[in-house]
């Protein structure tokens, strides 16, 4: 059992399993701006495979250990205790509290350590069994709490607490070299026979698998032992002929080269509907592995993550329960919308995995999102973990297994993938603001430059024709908008229509229009002065007449007529003498007048491009969202 002594050397390895770690004794490295040496290492052994632990001294005389297990390492180092949960009570998901940081427990375990090499802080008298429960943190720490000596009634139990950390980040000198590394993997490689059909078969990842099932005849295989035993047989096949990508396929993700060893096809069912997806092993020597994911036609590429996702502002004993699955968690200053939470079945498998393969395993799982990246929580009988996905392209997995085959695009966005308008949407916007902007800007230097060019102001009396013939008057610049303001007056009339003609003095182009003047507004008595403007495009400079005919109705329905000398205005109440005012109108002319319902048009038809992306956005997210457990929600 562990005992604090000082570091001693313990001589050769014992029973120290082969493996193609790049580290050994003498690697040195370096932590938060601290150097360190590797001076030794146990192996423990568990039904998931086996781990290194790396013993470290620090160049200050501090140690710690460095644990390796499969491409993940993390860096930590011994603590105090003051209280500490009860080993056979603690479960999956409480909240651990040690120094003012709260830590969930993410598993608890029990392995074996099994062999010893070179230098340690304390005398291994033979394998012992390790009692662990494994701590994440919210703010990157991560922990481990070891029973052992407590369990075997020799001592209180020991925390080390520290972070996990990538291969690269260590900055690790005299690694083993590329000879040494090619030697391990021959004493590592490892071919067998399965035990219920006869086939070969040759393990990629060596003899760091720990089960195998096979393609021909759906047997799982314990590799655990130099003696392979035949553990069960999947009732559903994963012939190689129904993958879609084939065990030992090659690809490159992130500059890292990666090999395909196994794949799983699983399911979720919901009132009798199953919903299918494939999950393919990849493996990396150094990096360890992946899972590459594929879903309806949208792919994503997962790992593991060591920092427990949290609720802002919150923290919930049972981070995981139902209650709290409705909401948003919160990642890496990211925040992700809770999408559906379920049980995962795996109905077949093949290849080799580095644990033990559970015949109808099931898994409570949540799922959550921010295209292009998602979390997972898992929750088995190992204990909780989470994974992080990143959405990869067909194209790009194409690309990565350099198999144009691999690139067809689905229909249906993925739950990944990053919207394909949003872009656009965004784009469009940017141009709308500009655009509008600018045309602001235009109609500011329109208003600025607008100016009164001729005013006329007539009567119409009775017994005389109304037609109007203006005296002459200059419209200056090139090219430019007019703009007309008739201000009436007159007698209880209810409408005043001014058909107008503007004609160009020089050349004899006349331009027609109209415009009317209302008695009342909104059905409001105005009194007959109600002004009404008409705006003329692209009117060039010149000397210019206007001829003004107006016509005149008494009510709503009324038809109107035109005024000449021989008209006769006979409305109740009212008496009209010849020669009588009966209409006196003022009309005003201004140059360089903003276009107003020009612009308008011209916003409107800017407005069409965000407006059609903005509705493929809304049916994008409607369309993701329509398998997940907030289907109609309206924050979703």
């Known amino acids: ?283 990396n020597e150094l990096q360890g592995y992946r899972y590459l994911e594929y879903n309806d036609g949208s792919w994503g590429l997962n790992y593991i993550i060591h920092n427990v996702p949290y609720i802002r502002g919150s923290l919930k004993r049972y981070f995981i329960s139902p209650n709290n699955e409705s909401g948003s968690i919160c990642y890496e200053n990211l925040t992700y919308k809770h999408y559906s939470s379920y ?76 919207s394909r308008v949003k872009g656009k949407l965004r784009n469009s916007l940017i141009h709308f603001v500009a655009a509008s902007a600018l045309m602001l800007v235009f109609i500011l230097l329109a208003l600025c430059r607008n100016s009164e060019i001729a005013q006329f102001n007539t009567e119409v009396r009775v017994g005389q024709d109304a037609s109007f013939i203006s005296e002459e008057f200059e419209v200056p610049g090139r090219f430019g908008n007019l703009g007309i303001t008739y201000q009436f007056y007159c007698q209880p009339t209810v409408w005043v229509e001014y058909n107008t003609t503007l004609v160009n003095v020089a050349t004899n182009e006349a331009r027609a229009f109209e415009a009317i003047g209302d008695y009342w507004k909104d059905g409001i008595e105005q009194g007959g002065n109600n002004p009404v403007s008409v705006s003329i495009p692209s009117v060039p400079g010149g000397k210019y007449r206007l001829r003004i005919t107006p016509r005149v109705g008494f009510g709503s329905d009324d038809v109107g007529q035109l005024i000449t000398k021989d008209t006769t205005f006979d409305y109740p109440g009212h008496n009209y003498c010849k020669g009588t005012t009966f209409l006196s109108y003022n009309v005003t002319i201004n140059r360089n007048v903003p276009f107003f319902k020009f612009w308008m048009i011209l916003e409107i038809i800017l407005l069409l491009v965000p407006a059609w992306y903005g509705f493929r956005y809304f049916s994008e997210n409607t369309e993701r969202w329509s398998n997940s457990d907030h289907c109609g929600d309206d924050d979703d």
């Not at 030992?248 to 090999?259: P, Y």
């Not at 929580?377 to 959405?391: A, H, L, P, R």
Request: a negative charge; aromatic letters at 14%.
């Open 343 to 418: 049980v995962g079945h795996v109905e077949a498998v093949i290849g080799e995995f580095p644990y033990l393969v559970v015949k109808n395993e099931t898994s409570k799982m949540a799922d959550y999102i921010a295209p292009p990246y998602g979390l997972c929580s898992e929750t088995n009988g190992e204990g909780n973990f989470w994974s992080k996905s990143v959405y990869l392209s067909p194209q790009q997995v194409a690309e990565a297994f350099n198999n144009p085959a691999y690139n067809q695009t689905g229909g249906k966005i993925g739950l990944l993938e990053p």
């Open 1 to 283: 059992m562990r005992q604090k002594m000082d570091v001693q050397n313990i001589g050769k390895a014992s029973c120290v399993q082969a493996d193609s770690s790049p580290l050994k004794i003498g690697t040195t490295g370096t932590y938060k701006g601290m150097s360190f040496e590797i001076l030794g290492r146990t192996q423990a052994v568990q039904s998931d495979g086996y781990w290194n632990e790396w013993f470290i001294a620090f160049n200050d005389g501090r140690t710690g250990w460095l644990s390796e297990s499969i491409g993940e390492y993390c860096l930590t180092v011994a603590d105090t205790i003051e209280a500490f949960p009860d080993y056979n009570d603690a479960k999956i998901g409480y909240v651990f509290t040690h120094k003012g940081t709260e830590y969930i427990i993410a598993n608890k375990g029990r392995a074996q350590v099994t062999a010893f090499e070179g230098e340690l802080n304390f005398d291994p008298q033979g394998s012992y069994d390790l009692y662990y429960i494994d701590l994440r943190s919210f703010s990157g720490k991560a922990g481990t709490i070891d029973y052992s000596d407590f369990a075997a009634g020799q001592g209180n139990p020991e925390i080390f607490i520290g972070e996990y950390l990538d291969f690269n980040d260590f900055k690790f000198q005299n690694l083993r070299d590329e000879e040494e590394m090619v030697r391990r993997r021959a004493e590592i490689a490892r071919s067998f026979k399965c035990p219920a059909c006869g086939a070969s078969h040759e393990l990629k990842s060596g003899k760091i698998a720990r089960s195998y099932v096979c393609e021909y005849c759906g047997s799982c295989s314990d590799l655990s032992n130099d003696s392979v035993k035949l553990l069960f047989q999947y009732e559903t096949k994963m012939s190689a002929e129904s993958m879609r990508i084939p065990l030992g396929a090659e690809a490159t993700f992130e500059g890292v080269k990666w090999i395909v060893i196994g794949a799983q096809r699983k399911y979720s069912q919901d009132d009798g509907v199953k919903e299918y997806w494939e999950e393919y092993l990849l493996y």
